[in-house]
């Protein structure tokens, strides 16, 4: 089916102009016609992908969450080459590092989910796509943190939902006091080290 | 100085006209004949206190800054009823709450306050405007966070800053999943108080 792949190449190169708008000047100042033109194409063949800039903005949020899952897949098959499942805690901190803004494409990635987060607290249609991906890395980060308590890494009293949300906040806030120049992505990173080394004590 | 009070006042008045409408839409979407209407003046009579937006965008978060600061020290002072300094652990948990959406007053400064943001991270200007509360409010961690190890409520070995910038990273974080819906301003408040909790353990 080369015409379908040709279209969907078509909607995420789209979906890429956006991100460069949205991550050097916000997404509300980014017309259709200005997307267009970043991802080189009149404002007619977009239009042939979106019918609208609603439209536009949820699949580029969808495909932005699938890009970010897929870096952090590829990063704990990277570290975990041994036999049997990576270390909950390995797991943890390569998840949250792709949260953090150290590198130039994770940066991009947070300052494109700061622009829709902007825009989801005041708008409903928004907000439900935005919601979308919350309650999975919730349960993911849930998941590995019941992993570490049944392998004796972290004490049995703590409550995996809690510190699944305590950490995801941590890791979020971190994140924006980074960008906005409070302290260094690095300074971010070794927080959550002090975070996960008290997690992990048994 | 009947004339240079009027004038303040009016300049606050459109402070909050601005306050209202990038809580309900965003800060992107308004032009300053909207914040003209929204105070109920001219647009003639809103360019005699403020030449640009950007003016206005500066007076306005620097005023909401002091409000929240003002109302921050009001529910200190109100908490704190016995002789000898208010409680730290007290004080850090009032100064939390104030930056969750609890109610509709606090929920309206942080929905301006991720307006602010969204704008600052692609906005070198406005970025150094955004920041200059935050090292106060770090400072003001530290320092409860200090003088709560030498009365004994901290371990010693906790570092003070480090202990200021996880509580308000992870205030922050969590008040932001509380507004995208993640889960309640009660449940945000929680979880601050389990983190506290392990803080205040000697």
């Not at 956006?18 to 017309?31: C, D, F, K, P, Q």
């Not at 007619?44 to 992908?49: E, P, R, S, V, W």
């Not at 019918?51 to 897949?73: M, Y």
């Not at 998941?143 to 972290?154: D, K, N, P, S, T």
Request: proline residues 4%.
């Amino acid at each position: 089916m080369p015409k379908r792949v040709d279209h969907e190449e078509r909607r995420r190169r789209v979906a890429e102009a956006l991100w460069r708008i949205a991550s050097t000047r916000g997404l509300e100042s980014a017309s259709l016609r200005d997307v267009a033109a970043e991802a080189g194409m009149s404002l007619g063949q977009l239009q042939h992908y979106f019918t609208g800039k609603d439209e536009l903005l949820v699949f580029a949020l969808g495909h932005i969450n699938e890009l970010a899952t897929q870096r952090v897949r590829e990063r704990i098959l990277a570290l975990h080459t041994g036999p049997g499942e990576p270390p909950p805690r390995d797991v943890l901190r390569e998840t949250a590092k792709v949260m953090l803004p150290l590198d130039d494409e994770s940066r991009s990635g947070i300052l494109v989910q700061v622009a829709y987060f902007a825009r989801a607290v005041v708008d409903e249609r928004m907000l439900a796509h935005a919601q979308e991906g919350l309650p999975l890395l919730l349960d993911f980060f849930s998941g590995q943190i019941r992993r570490a308590v049944e392998r004796g890494e972290v004490a049995a009293h703590r409550d995996p939902r809690t510190e699944a949300m305590l950490l995801m906040a941590l890791t979020d806030g971190l994140a924006n006091h980074a960008l906005m120049g409070g302290w260094s992505a690095e300074e971010a990173l070794r927080l959550i080290d002090v975070h996960l080394e008290r997690l992990f004590t048994v």
